[in-house]
């Protein structure tokens, strides 16, 4: 499936819309043999292990480093990202919600030469640790189409608009912060000095310098991820992406994504705090 962006947090589409279709539509869930089989085509199973490469940006939120809490730090990562564990997130979520049909639309893209090809250079780019590195890469390749009036940096956008990047990403910082911090208040972590509505308030104050950090990324992202495809291919990509049916699946596939990253990151917040005293926030 498509990159998603590693920013200083990322996760969270609201499911509750899916809720809503799961109760009105008596769609035939995937049986769990044909999710495994979509995961892997898709390349989602190694989506949901590279979650675990943004447990850093929670130390972050609280004026501290992952380095702060020395190898105890790297024991919580890896037992609260497991990664059987996150794989049966999502097929407990995605065998209530994922019909037959979806299903099949997106698994029969990603079964075809290009589809495989992509889902190739996508799971390189999910499990690139060195954001720096590949954000710098791909600046550099756009800074290079842009000096040569290449209409690859108009694919590149209109890919990125298929998969909605800014909206679903904006929406997905502002949650998942708004339940680290609430969980990491919970738990003593940290004295919360504002009320849920206040901080997210602020946090939506934040969203227009937000939605222009995230467009940049999302686009050096593409950049970088999709260089070794020509620009037919990418345009046959961002056409895949914009059929009604995939446009269902890629909505259900960032839910489910955010809302185990969100899930994750409070169990984080409560695990903290037997590693770290309370502080002020």
Same mark, same amino acid.
């Given at each position: 499936?498509?990159? =998603?962006?590693?920013? $200083? ?9 899916? #809720? ?5 539509? $008596? ?10 089989? =979509?995961?892997?085509?898709?390349? =989602? ?25 020395? /190898? ?5 990562? %890896? ?67 842009? %000096? ?12 990125? #608009? ?42 939506? !104050? ?9 467009? +940049?990324?999302?686009?050096?992202? +593409? ?6 495809? !020509?620009?037919?291919?990418?345009? #046959? ?13 890629? +909505? ?11 899930? %994750? =990151? ?7 705090? #037997?590693?770290?005293? /309370?502080?002020?926030?």
């Amino acid at each position: 499936m498509r990159a =998603f962006i590693r920013a $200083p947090l990322m996760a969270f589409t609201l499911l509750c819309l899916f #809720a809503l279709q799961i109760q009105t539509q $008596p769609a035939r869930a995937a049986n769990i043999e044909r999710l495994e089989a =979509f995961l892997e085509v898709t390349g =989602f199973d190694v989506a949901l292990e590279s979650i675990r490469l943004s447990a850093d940006s929670a130390p972050r939120m609280l004026g501290l480093e992952a380095e702060d809490f020395g /190898s105890e730090w790297s024991r919580l990562v %890896r037992e609260v990202f497991e990664t059987e564990l996150m794989h049966d997130m999502a097929l407990d979520i995605l065998g209530k919600a994922l019909d037959d049909d979806l299903l099949t639309h997106a698994a029969d893209f990603y079964a075809t030469d290009l589809g495989q090809r992509l889902v190739v250079a996508e799971n390189a780019s999910h499990m690139k640790e060195d954001d720096d590195l590949k954000s710098e890469s791909g600046l550099a390749i756009i800074d290079g189409l842009v %000096r040569i009036g290449s209409p690859r940096v108009d694919l590149l956008n209109r890919l990125n #608009a298929a998969s909605d990047v800014e909206d679903s990403s904006i929406k997905s910082i502002q949650e998942v912060q708004v339940r680290f911090l609430m969980a990491a208040a919970a738990a003593g972590v940290i004295e919360l000095r504002m009320d849920e509505p206040d901080l997210r308030e602020a946090l939506r !104050s934040q969203e227009r310098d937000m939605r222009a950090s995230i467009k +940049a990324n999302a686009l050096a992202n +593409a950049a970088y991820t999709y260089q070794a495809f !020509s620009d037919d291919e990418v345009a #046959a990509y961002a056409d895949a992406l914009a059929h009604p049916k995939m446009q269902k699946v890629y +909505a259900l596939m960032n839910a489910v994504q955010y809302e185990i990253m969100a899930n %994750r =990151f409070e169990r984080v917040a409560e695990r903290l705090s #037997a590693m770290q005293p /309370s502080q002020d926030l």
